[in-house]
């Protein structure tokens, strides 16, 4: 991802915050956040103790590849990840470059039971609360959008709703602000923001920098079982899997096998 749509995307999340301000004030969402049902514990789930765990997303398009899945359902998809070895579930919610939208939340949330995280560029304090109402059980915050200041409020303000979250950085140089802001759930985004390539050896050369209390999730570029295993060996804690699980026309086998549960294909 070039830097310019970084801060594209960004000044997308202004605008839609600012509407979202207009039409429901914040102490309107605090009100619904407040009766909203418990959270589930997205970071337990991700304890595997060895084991390594998976995040799969539910993902219709992405600015690096367009659309990814054209028989998109993204409740269908989250039952199949459910039943085929996924811990926990990544929702898209950005509209306009990857094709989510907050309501997808609700609905899988109603149809599985293990934890959701909102997956989008989260920059306000509005959009943490509305992360909580939609049925959220944790929230991305990532490094390279946020200050200091910002990064440990929104996380705070996640932790006082109940919800977990997940904290990314791509740059080596982000991974000190993480572990300032207070964050035990930290993930190495292996996407290049420029070209965007991916390379797990990014997680693996960061691995011995992360304090071991500190769970740690290897993010994008995954698709084969021997990365999975050299995440795995290296005490990686969870991957978080988006496109080369939803290319895959039965998304179920293909959770299997990336978890070593079916043999993979030739
Ligand atoms: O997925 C993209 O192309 C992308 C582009 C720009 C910013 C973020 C992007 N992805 C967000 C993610 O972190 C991934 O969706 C997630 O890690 C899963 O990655 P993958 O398995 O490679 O789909």
């Known amino acids: 991802m070039s830097a310019s749509i970084l801060d594209e995307i960004v000044a997308s999340k202004r605008r839609e915050v600012a509407a979202g301000r207009k039409r429901m004030p914040i102490e309107e969402l605090e009100a619904q956040a407040a009766e909203a049902p418990p959270v589930r514990d997205f970071r337990a789930a991700l304890d595997g103790r060895g084991a390594i765990q998976l995040i799969a997303e539910v993902k219709k398009a992405s600015p690096s590849v367009k659309v990814i899945r054209e028989d998109f359902e993204p409740v269908a998809i989250a039952r199949a990840y459910q039943q085929h070895g996924a811990a926990c579930i990544s929702v898209l919610t950005d509209v306009p470059y990857f094709q989510g939208h907050l309501s997808y939340l609700a609905r899988i949330r109603a149809a599985v039971v293990i934890p959701l995280l909102r997956k989008d560029f989260l920059i306000d304090e509005y ?40 904290v990314e950085f791509h740059d080596p140089a982000n991974l000190p602000r993480v572990l300032a802001a207070g964050a035990d759930l930290v993930g190495v985004n292996n996407r290049d923001l420029h070209s965007f390539t991916t390379d797990i050896d990014r997680t693996l050369r960061l691995r011995d ?22 995440l795995e060996a290296a005490g990686v804690s969870a991957i978080l899997v988006g496109e080369s699980l939803l290319r895959k026309p039965d998304v179920g086998l293909a959770v299997e096998r990336l978890l070593g549960l079916a043999p993979e294909s030739r």
């Open 127 to 166: 959009q943490v609360v509305e992360a909580r109402v939609a049925g959220a059980d944790a929230i991305l915050l990532i490094a390279e959008i946020l200050d200091d200041a910002t990064m440990a409020r929104l996380l705070e303000r996640a932790r006082e709703l109940g919800m977990a979250a997940l």
């Open 209 to 230: 920098q992360i304090p071991p209390e500190i769970l740690l999730v290897s993010e994008s570029g995954i698709h084969d079982r021997a990365q999975v295993e050299r």
